[in-house]
């Protein structure tokens, strides 16, 4: 008891200093503090029990990837199958890492419903969980024709035969500024649905466009209610909202969805301000209690997913004790599609990173270096020094994939008559070193901000994120603690 006062008493005080900065003041503190070296985390070929009670970072698959590491084949020699690529199978010879995310809008693009196998729709089910996407980006932005309810029909047809837990079909809100809900905007007033759009406009004060995607939102849910088929997966309910007002306007139009968790999108993801306050009312309402899973999309830093896991910590204590957050990025993939890899993780005081180098050029053709080695011999540009500011150098991490112990540099860079002289493996092999890279960077992270002796490694601004976070939840006044810490909770 007197420890958990004790606690309390510090962070309050804590709080009395962070409440009174201002913009200037604020970054002057979190720029002053500094971090000492971190160790290095131990390596395993399997991370299945590397996250216990943290929130689950997962990998999203590409459907070309994911193809073939069920039945693909390579046409050249090395020194593993192309099965070996699915690291959601125990039996893999590289890693195993039982968590992904896979989108119906990258495997169910097509109005056809008997789409070739995957790794996912091959696995076992019980000893792997796959969070499912509705594909509401690309249906919105026009890279899956939207036919009305046969598009949303099939992409959860596809999810309840594909995946654990799945998103709801939402039009993000990220389409409003770049144009591409105003498309929709027009096509819901010519089908008559003009008049709930403008009530809402006129109830909850947001834009036209922003209650477009809100009606067409929940014109897809209520037809998920209607036509689901029980048990296949459980539905999370999607929440977005670029700001205070636009996330609470969404969340009081489809908080009665009767789903079984959530999803956080759009402003949520960082602003933590956001996240808390959906938070606090989701428990107000009584409607975390009964909750399975809460993801929050598009985000994989590697100090965002602490917090996540500190959110889930406080959910667990304070709310369900044991509902899970999950979080997601196609980083991996992006980083490969651009011939980059990640060479390992960057602990420094001004924020943790994933740090990476381009592998496409033709005079690495032939290198027999091992590619750990290689990407451990200094190619990696690392960040300036801050000794003359702080004291220290940061400390960096090398990644030690088992792709990357198998393979040299020449596996990867083969044909020096192209201009980037990777072939399709090329691709698959960095995209798994990569995922793995960033599993590694995730345990890494998590060791460091969770190590009592550890304080002063945690980057200054999301030791306070994660002080306030901790507030919010035994607070009397969560709604005011969040209001007064709001330019602090904002990543």
């Known amino acids: 008891?007197?420890?958990?006062?004790?606690?309390?008493?510090?962070?309050?005080?804590?709080?009395?200093?962070?409440?009174?900065?201002?913009?200037?003041?604020?970054?002057?503190?979190?720029?002053?503090?500094?971090?000492?070296?971190?160790?290095?985390?131990s390596m395993t070929l399997s991370y299945e029990n590397s996250f216990e009670n943290c929130a689950i970072y997962l990998p999203a698959l590409s459907f070309g990837y994911a193809r073939f590491a069920h039945n693909g084949a390579f046409r050249r020699p090395l020194p593993f199958a192309a099965q070996?690529?699915?690291?959601?199978?125990p039996q893999s010879n590289l890693f195993h890492y039982p968590w992904a995310l896979f989108s119906a809008g990258q495997a169910a693009k097509s109005i056809h419903e008997n789409d070739p196998p995957t790794m996912v729709s091959?696995?076992?089910?019980?000893?792997?969980?796959?969070?499912?996407?509705?594909?509401?980006?690309?249906?919105?932005?026009?890279?899956?024709v939207y036919r009305g309810p046969e598009t949303v029909r099939r992409m959860m047809r596809w999810m309840e035969a594909n995946t654990d837990f799945s998103m709801v079909l939402d039009f993000p809100t990220g389409g409003i500024k770049s144009g591409q809900i105003a498309t929709h905007t027009a096509r819901l007033r010519k089908e008559g649905h003009g008049p709930l759009i403008d009530h809402g406009a006129a109830s909850n004060r947001q834009a036209e466009d922003f209650n477009a995607a809100l009606v067409q939102t929940s014109l897809n849910n209520q037809q998920f209610v209607v036509e689901r088929t029980p048990g296949a997966t459980e539905f999370l309910n999607v929440l977005q909202g670029r700001t205070e007002a636009e996330s609470k306007a969404w969340y009081e139009h489809v908080k009665h969805y009767a789903f079984e968790g959530w999803s956080f999108a759009a402003g949520h993801r960082e602003d933590f301000s956001l996240l808390l306050q959906r938070l606090i009312d989701l428990r107000d309402d009584g409607l975390l209690e009964n909750a399975r899973w809460v993801h929050i999309l598009g985000k994989s830093e590697l100090d965002l997913a602490c917090l996540y896991t500190v959110v889930q910590r406080a959910v667990r204590r304070h709310i369900h004790p044991a509902l899970q957050f999950s979080f997601d990025s196609a980083s991996h993939a992006l980083m490969s599609a651009n011939y980059q890899v990640y060479g390992g993780a960057f602990l420094d005081p001004k924020g943790w990173s994933m740090g990476g180098t381009g592998l496409?050029?033709?005079?690495?053709?032939?290198?027999?270096?091992?590619?750990?080695?290689?990407?451990?011999?200094?190619?990696?540009?690392?960040?300036?020094?801050?000794?003359?500011?702080?004291?220290?150098?940061p400390r960096f991490h090398p990644a030690d994939t088992a792709v990357s112990q198998q393979i040299t540099v020449g596996h990867i860079?083969?044909?020096?008559?192209?201009?980037?002289?990777?072939?399709?493996?090329?691709?698959?092999?960095?995209?798994?070193?990569?995922?793995e890279a960033l599993i590694q960077g995730m345990k890494l992270a998590h060791q460091t901000f969770f190590h009592p002796s550890d304080e002063l490694k945690i980057p200054p601004r999301a030791r306070i994120v994660r002080d306030i976070i901790n507030m919010v939840f035994t607070s009397d006044q969560p709604d005011n603690l969040i209001r007064e810490c709001r330019h602090a909770l904002t990543h």
Not at 382 to 393: A, Q, S
Request: charged content about 25%; glycine content about 10%.
């Open 122 to 144: 091959m696995r076992d089910r019980s000893r792997s969980i796959v969070v499912g996407d509705s594909g509401g980006y690309q249906v919105q932005t026009g890279k899956i």
């Open 360 to 393: 496409g050029d033709a005079s690495l053709v032939g290198n027999q270096q091992g590619l750990a080695d290689y990407l451990g011999s200094g190619v990696l540009t690392l960040p300036r020094t801050r000794e003359p500011e702080f004291g220290y150098r």
């Open 1 to 41: 008891m007197l420890m958990a006062a004790a606690a309390d008493d510090m962070l309050n005080s804590r709080l009395k200093v962070w409440k009174s900065l201002g913009p200037k003041d604020f970054e002057k503190v979190t720029g002053a503090l500094t971090m000492r070296r971190s160790t290095r985390a």
């Open 413 to 435: 860079c083969i044909d020096a008559n192209k201009k980037n002289p990777w072939d399709t493996a090329s691709f698959d092999l960095i995209a798994n070193h990569n995922i």
């Open 84 to 89: 070996d690529l699915n690291f959601l199978d």
